[in-house]
């Protein structure tokens, strides 16, 4: 079964740095053949797609996180980051990281970022 494991999240004043991992393990090959995307969810808000990654690399950002983050993956360890800076409160959520934009791996339990002003 494939489960999927976020980590590196934080409390950070704002204009701090964060860098998530994603580990995806139990999938064979599913990890590097997949479009992966990082996603967060904000009290009281649906969750949205911030950051994706195609198979080739091919990056793309929400505009609201575009040109402060950075998302890159590792496919010989099955493991995604997303490298955020010059955090911003409204960034405040728990960050997921599944396929993307079609969602079809189990949710992990995701990772806390606390942004304080």
């Known amino acids: 079964q494939v489960q999927v494991v976020e980590s590196g999240g934080g409390l950070v004043q704002a204009g701090g740095s964060l860098r998530l991992s994603c580990g995806v393990s139990?999938?064979?090959?599913?990890?590097?053949?997949?479009?992966m995307g990082w996603h967060r969810q904000a009290p009281g808000k649906q969750r949205e797609l911030v950051a994706s990654?195609?198979?080739?690399?091919?990056?793309n950002y929400a505009d609201s996180v575009k040109g402060r983050f950075t998302i890159s993956r590792d496919n010989a360890k099955n493991t995604m980051y997303l490298q955020m800076n010059s955090l911003k409160p409204e960034d405040t959520a728990v960050y997921y990281c599944?396929?993307?934009?079609?969602?079809?791996?189990?949710w992990g339990q995701g990772t806390q970022v606390t942004v304080s002003s």
């Open positions: 990654i195609t198979t080739g690399a091919i990056t």
């Open positions: 599944n396929a993307a934009p079609y969602v079809y791996l189990n």
């Open positions: 139990g999938s064979g090959r599913i990890f590097s053949i997949s479009a």
